[in-house]
């Protein structure tokens, strides 16, 4: 039996709904998690909320192009960077130039072929497994956590943390140096939507903190918390 590939949370940018129907027509018939957003304001704003694995971004939006939403996504360091596939009408070499220039991954030009698609985001979702069986254990100075056993060495001794803490730490360590919002990670380890109280975070990296010491996991005041490599 061939190995089940989990589909990622892909956000779908385009000012056509009729692009976007028929996109979420298509992917939802392949079992992805889709988003919408409708310019490129929006979808930097979305990116923030929901986190995606995965942006299918149209090029020529009013307000901020496609290109310019690009650029802001990947100079947001708060932001856990998705892969960002341009679909564009436009096959001048320039705007092509421009996209990767931007920070995008890909490109499929348009009109939009469903079975080449499908195609093309399952290379990309087993190249996003690939990474991440690649990161099943992650070591960083004295610590190490291990996704396999859900379990954490730090200084030689093995440890088995609650839930919650464990993906919190899975999260800031698996991005060492990047700074997560309150937003970001509210939505990722607890799911958007939950309802938690304000403190929920704070009383979890206190946690968390006592058990590592407060070299590894910083407060960036008015912003969030990153994973500090020593």
Same mark, same amino acid.
């Given at each position: 039996?061939?190995?089940?590939?989990?589909?990622?949370?892909?956000?779908?940018?385009?000012?056509?709904?009729?692009?976007?129907?028929?996109?979420?027509? @298509?992917?939802?018939?392949?079992?992805?998690?889709?988003?919408?957003?409708?310019?490129?304001?929006?979808?930097?704003?979305?990116?923030?909320?929901?986190?995606?694995?995965?942006?299918?971004? /149209?090029?020529?939006?009013?307000?901020?192009?496609?290109?310019?939403?690009?650029?802001?996504?990947?100079? /947001?360091?708060?932001?856990?960077?998705?892969?960002?596939?341009?679909?564009?009408?436009?096959?001048?070499?320039?705007?092509?130039?421009?996209?990767?220039?931007?920070?995008?991954?890909?490109?499929?030009?348009?009109?939009?072929?469903?079975?080449?698609?499908?195609?093309?985001?399952?290379?990309? *979702?087993?190249?996003?497994?690939?990474?991440?069986?690649?990161?099943?254990?992650?070591?960083?100075?004295?610590?190490?956590?291990?996704? @396999?056993?859900?379990?954490?060495?730090?200084?030689?001794?093995?440890?088995?943390?609650?839930?919650?803490?464990?993906?919190?730490?899975?999260?800031?360590?698996?991005?060492?140096?990047?700074?997560?919002?309150?937003?970001?990670?509210?939505?990722?380890?607890?799911? /958007?939507?939950?309802?938690?109280?304000?403190?929920?975070?704070? *009383?979890?990296?206190?946690?968390?903190?006592?058990?590592?010491? @407060?070299?590894?996991?910083?407060?960036?005041?008015?912003?969030?918390?990153?994973?500090?490599?020593?």
């Amino acid at each position: 039996m061939g190995k089940h590939i989990i589909k990622p949370t892909i956000l779908i940018v385009d000012d056509e709904k009729d692009i976007r129907d028929f996109l979420q027509y @298509n992917l939802e018939k392949e079992e992805y998690n889709v988003f919408f957003a409708k310019d490129g304001e929006e979808a930097v704003e979305m990116t923030k909320k929901v986190s995606p694995s995965l942006i299918l971004m /149209d090029v020529m939006m009013p307000e901020i192009d496609g290109i310019e939403a690009c650029r802001k996504i990947r100079n /947001d360091l708060t932001i856990l960077q998705p892969i960002i596939i341009f679909l564009t009408a436009r096959s001048e070499d320039y705007s092509q130039i421009a996209a990767f220039d931007a920070g995008a991954d890909d490109y499929i030009s348009k009109p939009i072929r469903p079975r080449l698609l499908i195609k093309r985001l399952e290379a990309v *979702v087993r190249r996003i497994q690939k990474k991440e069986e690649s990161q099943i254990v992650s070591i960083i100075g004295d610590l190490s956590i291990d996704r @396999n056993r859900f379990s954490i060495h730090f200084k030689g001794e093995e440890m088995y943390i609650p839930k919650k803490e464990f993906q919190l730490l899975e999260l800031l360590m698996g991005k060492p140096g990047r700074v997560f919002n309150r937003d970001q990670i509210l939505n990722i380890v607890w799911g /958007d939507g939950a309802i938690v109280g304000e403190r929920t975070i704070d *009383v979890h990296i206190r946690k968390l903190r006592e058990k590592l010491g @407060n070299n590894y996991i910083r407060t960036i005041k008015g912003v969030g918390y990153t994973f500090s490599e020593q």
